[in-house]
């Protein structure tokens, strides 16, 4: 069978291989895809636009013996098994202006540090200038401690993604970077062998850093996502409907 393939050229067979997604249900979706694809693409005068999140449990693994680098004729390669010695949370922004990131590692993923989080970013852009941060709906991000925190510092404007859509914060595609080129191969002894191990790609990127451009408009995305939704719906009615809250739930 597989000779046959090759003789008529066509690509090998890869049943083992597959592709995950998701389609939000928020009920708010297009009302909140609506306002962040605004913002990249017509950005407010006089403000920053910043986009933040959290990696949590970057786990420290350190592999049983050394990788083998690529090389031609060779994927690069690393042991089935490994040692956990613990895991870090990176709290991160991306500056859409000019791609360089903020990033700052902590043990735990609360709202005491995300509060200690935008302190550092009201001091890494002092003046006047409003700070409009694109994040997702964690918790920790609508807690009354940090909504007392934000009425005292009115130039922060939050700009929440729908749920289940990590892939309209521009700050996920650094995360991808990061976990392929320092975090996937590496082998770390400890969480500070880690921490310095992403401090150190921090660092590099800053040197010279890459703006990600969404280009993106807002009636592609929902050409996409309807004909997404009709073929779930073909498949499984209702399944793609907003869920109904369970009584007691908020």
Known sequence: MNRLWQLHN??????????????????KFIEKLTDVVGLYLNPPQKAIVLCVDEKSQI???????????????????????????????LFAVLSMLDGKV?????????????LKFLRRLDREFPGDWELHLVLDNYGSHKTPEVQKWLKRHGRFVLHFIPTSSSWLNLVER??????????????????PDLIAAIEAFLAGWNENP?????????????????????????????????????????
Request: hydrophobic share 25%; proline share 7%; net charge positive.
């Open 10 to 27: 066509l690509k090998p067979l890869k049943p083992h291989l597959s592709r995950t997604f998701k389609l939000s249900r928020d009920p």
């Open 210 to 250: 890459r703006p990600f451009v969404w280009t993106a408009k807002l009636e592609e995305i929902l050409k996409k996502i309807e004909r997404a939704r009709a073929k779930l719906e073909s498949i499984q009615p209702g399944s793609t409907q907003p869920r109904r809250r369970r009584k007691g739930e908020e």
């Open 59 to 89: 786990q420290a693994l350190d592999r049983t013996q050394p990788s083998l680098p690529l090389k031609k004729g060779r994927c690069g390669t690393m042991t089935h098994d490994y040692k956990r010695n613990g895991t870090t949370t």
């Open 102 to 114: 903020i990033g700052q590692c902590q043990s735990r993923h609360r709202h005491q540090e995300f």
């Open 174 to 191: 650094w995360f991808r970077e990061l976990t392929q080129k320092a975090v996937r191969r590496g082998a770390f002894f400890s969480v």
